[in-house]
């Protein structure tokens, strides 16, 4: 009896049902920094590993996999780094990682010493101390100018292409995975996500040939990289060649050039989505406006290719890429400095002409002096004329670029105005294919017109709403062609349909279609596609799939605050629907302070006597009953009908089913007297106002039977549980009431001696 408010549609945004952000299965580590530019300490500190032959002197980083020592190898006196294994983290990736390593002998990819075990038996590598900063401490500090930058990228790439010629490829190349020395030295560090491809006897059922069951800092699950530079076949969880290195190089590449890489999102599955989506438009855009070169941009744009088909096939073509565009930047510096050198003797030789021509002028002076009047004279008139020759140049040239201006003007004016008429055209289409579906599809036999067309399709004028809905979901289902956006709302319109007819089940197909097609039309945050999402919660709710609700209500949550803002009407009400869910759930230690803090907000948003802010007072206090708390719920119960009935009429849906829900307060609490006289005027005005059959009335009439009941009033009792299961019959759909009703039946013919009667109903 006391059921959630029933009266906030979910596609009004704000019945109890709604959604939440379903958990991110996607976990990224913290990323760390590796900068080993602290001195030399001699003695080891305490607490850290002791390995036969090193001396630990101090901890340079820890990650999600190992731990990282500044070391001293005592046979060889030199410095080393020396990585132990954590505890719990993967030991076959890690000592995957010292083989692989260890196999490529390169000047960028620093070398392996030595690889053991510590007496617990967890393993260790000692490598090359590499002393430096990583590249993404420099880019975010802009401490290398762009050529410097450049020839950084290109260590990157000759290291990365040596591990291709190897058959290795890396999987999670980035900024923090690279160390640039004091003195410009380059190291690709981190090959734990590496994977050798020659190696096939690694592969084992359901995972990647070379992967163990266990991914360790950069990313959970099978997708394995970081989001930002993986490429879009790794972020969809794809098998992966070197290409995808090529890929995550052309995205280091645009973080040097533009100052971010190739994917940026709100949050790390964002990020992923907009990689897995192959979303390229924001670095495109970036990359045109960074103003580098057009040939080191065309290299980061080959790199990036959506289709792995079109960027370069290993790091080795990238590196000679890079190198073919230094080395042409190199030689266009030689010729402007050869042309300068030039510049400098031609001047030398000008100003020793000027110093003869001087020496000539003064020797001639005298002779020309009667005529340098004249001379001077026509000299300035030369020079204003000339000065008014580039003035008018200089207007024309402006009159020229105020004219393309306004062309660009029209141009684009034509533009919006074509784009507007295609809008207005494509919203047009959209309301007529809508508007016939509802009139010939779903309306059509209700009326005598519609029956001289359909009348051969088996259903007459006495049609329920359920007899044409089932008519117009069998012809959706058979529709062909249609656009999506069209598609997918004919089967949001069927699915909650389905739902308001109390045949949620039958409607989760249409919902789950409308979702699937909203999200590729509009994308996985719009608001067409939160509200499809908002049904299709509602829809597994009322179906009593809670396991699947609950997720999407708070998927939807999550998305609705990262979107719309955390006090928006949207993001409140959808609060407000997850809370309902929690609570139909059985889930009363998440409802209740997921209600209080949803009326809350409401309230400082909508005011105290918005609709929304009443449904979620009634909705809080129903909870409140649900966890035997009437002293907290009778309160609010009175507080939201005495609003309702002042906002919005003593008759008004909302109203009853305050009404109803105080009722439903004072029988719990067994204020029999109070409880009656509200559930009789409850009653007698749904009758009223909705219909004797409607499922509101159906349910004040169980709930004023069992009020009459528990008085001992069976003569009213059986009555109305007789009227109300006549009713839900006459309906033809499940109600909720529907089985304790006919318990309550067999138990009045029995306590009023009527055994026969009661047998009927068992």
Same mark, same amino acid.
């Given at each position: 009896?006391?059921?959630?408010?029933?009266?906030?549609?979910?596609?009004?945004?704000?019945?109890?049902?709604?959604?939440?952000?379903?958990?991110?299965?996607?976990?990224?580590?913290?990323?760390?920094?590796?900068?080993?530019?602290?001195?030399?300490?001699?003695?080891?500190?305490?607490?850290?590993?002791?390995?036969?032959?090193?001396?630990?002197?101090?901890?340079?980083?820890?990650?999600?996999?190992?731990?990282?020592?500044?070391?001293?190898?005592?046979?060889?006196?030199?410095?080393?780094?020396?990585?132990?294994?954590?505890?719990?983290?993967?030991?076959?990736?890690?000592?995957?990682?010292?083989?692989?390593?260890?196999?490529?002998?390169?000047?960028?990819?620093?070398?392996?010493?030595?690889?053991?075990?510590?007496?617990?038996?967890?393993?260790?590598?000692?490598?090359?101390?590499?002393?430096?900063?990583?590249?993404?401490?420099?880019?975010?500090?802009?401490?290398?100018?762009?050529?410097?930058?450049?020839?950084?990228?290109?260590?990157?790439?000759?290291?990365?292409?040596?591990?291709?010629?190897?058959?290795?490829?890396?999987?999670?190349?980035?900024?923090?995975?690279?160390?640039?020395?004091?003195?410009?030295?380059?190291?690709?560090?981190?090959?734990?996500?590496?994977?050798?491809?020659?190696?096939?006897?690694?592969?084992?059922?359901?995972?990647?040939?070379?992967?163990?069951?266990?991914?360790?800092?950069?990313?959970?699950?099978?997708?394995?990289?970081?989001?930002?530079?993986?490429?879009?076949?790794?972020?969809?969880?794809?098998?992966?060649?070197?290409?995808?290195?090529?890929?995550?190089?052309?995205?280091?590449?645009?973080?040097?050039?533009?100052?971010?890489?190739?994917?940026?999102?709100?949050?790390?599955?964002?990020?992923?989505?907009?990689?897995?989506?192959?979303?390229?438009?924001?670095?495109?855009?970036?990359?045109?406006?960074?103003?580098?070169?057009?040939?080191?941009?065309?290299?980061?744009?080959?790199?990036?290719?959506?289709?792995?088909?079109e960027r370069p096939a290993d790091g080795r073509i990238v590196a000679e890429q890079v190198a073919a565009y230094r080395a042409g930047v190199e030689a266009r510096l030689r010729q402007a400095e050869t042309e300068a050198?030039?510049?400098?003797?031609?001047?030398?030789?000008?100003?020793?002409?000027?110093?003869?021509?001087?020496?000539?002028?003064?020797?001639?002076?005298?002779?020309?002096?009667?005529?340098?009047?004249?001379?001077?004279?026509?000299?300035?008139?030369?020079?204003?004329?000339?000065?008014?020759?580039?003035?008018?140049?200089?207007?024309?040239?402006?009159?020229?670029?105020?004219?393309?201006?306004?062309?660009?003007?029209?141009?684009k004016a034509a533009e919006l105005e074509k784009a507007a008429r295609l809008d207005e055209e494509r919203e047009r289409k959209f309301a007529q294919a809508i508007s016939a579906f509802?009139?010939?599809?779903?309306?059509?036999?209700?009326?005598?017109?519609?029956?001289?067309?359909?009348?051969?399709?088996?259903?007459?004028?006495?049609?329920?709403?359920?007899?044409?809905?089932?008519?117009?979901?069998?012809?959706?289902?058979?529709?062909?062609?249609?656009?999506?956006?069209?598609?997918?709302?004919?089967?949001?319109?069927?699915?909650?349909?389905?739902?308001?007819?109390?045949?949620?089940?039958?409607?989760?197909?249409?919902?789950?279609?409308?979702?699937?097609?909203?999200?590729?039309?509009?994308?996985?945050?719009?608001?067409?596609?939160?509200?499809?999402?908002?049904?299709?919660?509602?829809?597994?709710?009322?179906?009593?799939?809670?396991?699947?609700?609950?997720? @999407? !209500?708070?998927?939807?949550? /999550?998305?609705?605050? $990262? *979107? #719309? %803002?955390? =006090?928006? &009407?949207? +993001?409140?009400?959808?609060?407000?629907?997850?809370?309902?869910?929690?609570?139909?759930?059985?889930?009363?230690?998440?409802?209740?302070?997921?209600?209080?803090?949803?009326?809350?907000?409401?309230?400082?948003?909508?005011?105290?006597?918005?609709?929304?802010?009443?449904?979620?007072?009634?909705?809080?206090?129903?909870?409140?009953?649900?966890?035997?708390?009437?002293?907290?719920?009778?309160? @609010? !119960?009175?507080?939201?009908? /005495?609003?309702?009935? $002042? *906002? #919005? %009429?003593? =008759?008004? &849906?909302? +109203?009853?089913?305050?009404?109803?829900?105080?009722?439903?307060?004072?029988?719990?609490?067994?204020?029999?007297?109070?409880?009656?006289?509200?559930?009789?005027?409850?009653?007698?005005?749904?009758?009223?106002?909705?219909?004797?059959?409607?499922?509101?009335?159906?349910?004040?009439?169980?709930?004023?039977?069992?009020?009459?009941?528990?008085?001992?009033?069976?003569?009213?009792?059986?009555? @109305?549980?007789?009227?109300?299961?006549?009713?839900?019959?006459?309906?033809?759909?499940?109600?909720?009431?529907?089985?304790?009703?006919?318990?309550?039946?067999?138990?009045?013919?029995?306590?009023?001696?009527?055994?026969?009667?009661?047998?009927?109903?068992?």
């Amino acid at each position: 009896m006391n059921a959630p408010d029933p009266s906030h549609d979910p596609n009004r945004i704000l019945d109890q049902d709604e959604r939440s952000p379903r958990p991110e299965t996607i976990d990224v580590s913290q990323e760390v920094s590796t900068d080993t530019t602290a001195p030399f300490v001699p003695s080891p500190p305490a607490g850290v590993p002791t390995i036969p032959g090193y001396r630990i002197t101090r901890e340079i980083a820890k990650g999600g996999m190992g731990c990282v020592y500044a070391g001293h190898d005592l046979t060889l006196e030199r410095e080393v780094a020396i990585k132990t294994l954590l505890p719990g983290a993967n030991a076959e990736r890690f000592v995957t990682e010292a083989k692989i390593t260890a196999k490529l002998p390169h000047p960028n990819i620093p070398p392996v010493y030595a690889l053991g075990t510590l007496d617990d038996g967890t393993p260790w590598l000692a490598m090359k101390l590499i002393r430096g900063q990583t590249l993404a401490k420099l880019l975010a500090n802009r401490e290398r100018e762009r050529p410097q930058l450049v020839q950084i990228f290109e260590q990157i790439s000759q290291a990365v292409g040596f591990a291709h010629a190897q058959g290795v490829i890396h999987r999670d190349l980035k900024p923090l995975n690279v160390m640039v020395g004091a003195f410009g030295e380059v190291q690709v560090m981190d090959w734990g996500l590496a994977k050798d491809l020659h190696r096939v006897d690694q592969a084992s059922p359901g995972r990647e040939s070379g992967e163990s069951a266990d991914v360790d800092h950069t990313a959970a699950g099978t997708i394995m990289g970081t989001p930002g530079y993986m490429a879009p076949e790794q972020a969809r969880g794809e098998v992966v060649d070197a290409r995808a290195d090529v890929f995550a190089l052309g995205s280091i590449l645009a973080a040097m050039l533009t100052g971010k890489p190739a994917f940026v999102g709100t949050s790390k599955l964002e990020t992923i989505q907009k990689s897995a989506a192959a979303d390229l438009a924001d670095v495109m855009g970036r990359l045109e406006r960074c103003g580098a070169d057009a040939e080191l941009v065309a290299i980061a744009k080959r790199c990036l290719a959506a289709n792995r088909e079109e960027r370069p096939a290993d790091g080795r073509i990238v590196a000679e890429q890079v190198a073919a565009y230094r080395a042409g930047v190199e030689a266009r510096l030689r010729q402007a400095e050869t042309e300068a050198a030039q510049a400098v003797v031609r001047a030398e030789e000008q100003r020793k002409r000027r110093r003869q021509f001087n020496l000539a002028v003064a020797v001639i002076g005298l002779v020309l002096l009667a005529g340098l009047s004249a001379s001077l004279w026509q000299m300035v008139r030369a020079n204003a004329a000339e000065r008014q020759a580039v003035a008018n140049a200089r207007q024309a040239e402006l009159n020229a670029q105020q004219a393309e201006a306004e062309r660009e003007r029209a141009v684009k004016a034509a533009e919006l105005e074509k784009a507007a008429r295609l809008d207005e055209e494509r919203e047009r289409k959209f309301a007529q294919a809508i508007s016939a579906f509802v009139k010939e599809d779903f309306l059509a036999l209700t009326s005598v017109e519609g029956q001289g067309r359909f009348g051969g399709e088996g259903l007459d004028r006495n049609a329920t709403l359920l007899d044409l809905l089932n008519r117009a979901a069998e012809k959706l289902k058979t529709r062909k062609g249609l656009d999506p956006r069209i598609e997918a709302e004919l089967c949001w319109i069927v699915g909650v349909n389905y739902r308001g007819a109390g045949k949620a089940a039958e409607g989760l197909p249409f919902l789950e279609r409308a979702v699937e097609l909203r999200r590729r039309v509009f994308g996985v945050d719009h608001e067409e596609t939160l509200i499809a999402i908002n049904s299709l919660a509602l829809g597994y709710r009322e179906a009593g799939e809670f396991e699947r609700a609950l997720p @999407l !209500y708070e998927e939807t949550v /999550k998305l609705m605050k $990262a *979107k #719309l %803002g955390p =006090d928006h &009407p949207y +993001t409140l009400g959808t609060m407000n629907n997850l809370a309902s869910g929690y609570q139909a759930a059985g889930k009363l230690d998440l409802a209740l302070p997921l209600y209080e803090e949803t009326v809350k907000l409401i309230k400082g948003k909508l005011g105290p006597d918005h609709p929304h802010t009443l449904a979620s007072m009634n909705n809080l206090a129903s909870a409140y009953d649900d966890a035997g708390q009437l002293d907290r719920a009778l309160p @609010l !119960y009175e507080e939201t009908l /005495k609003l309702r009935k $002042a *906002k #919005l %009429g003593p =008759d008004h &849906p909302h +109203t009853l089913t305050s009404m109803n829900s105080l009722a439903n307060g004072y029988f719990a609490a067994g204020q029999l007297a109070q409880a009656l006289p509200l559930y009789e005027e409850t009653l007698k005005l749904r009758k009223a106002k909705l219909g004797p059959d409607h499922p509101d009335t159906l349910a004040s009439m169980n709930n004023l039977a069992e009020g009459y009941y528990a008085a001992g009033r069976l003569d009213l009792a059986l009555p @109305l549980f007789q009227e109300a299961a006549a009713g839900i019959e006459k309906r033809r759909f499940q109600h909720e009431y529907a089985g304790p009703i006919v318990n309550y039946l067999i138990a009045c013919h029995e306590r009023l001696g009527q055994f026969d009667q009661a047998e009927v109903w068992r």
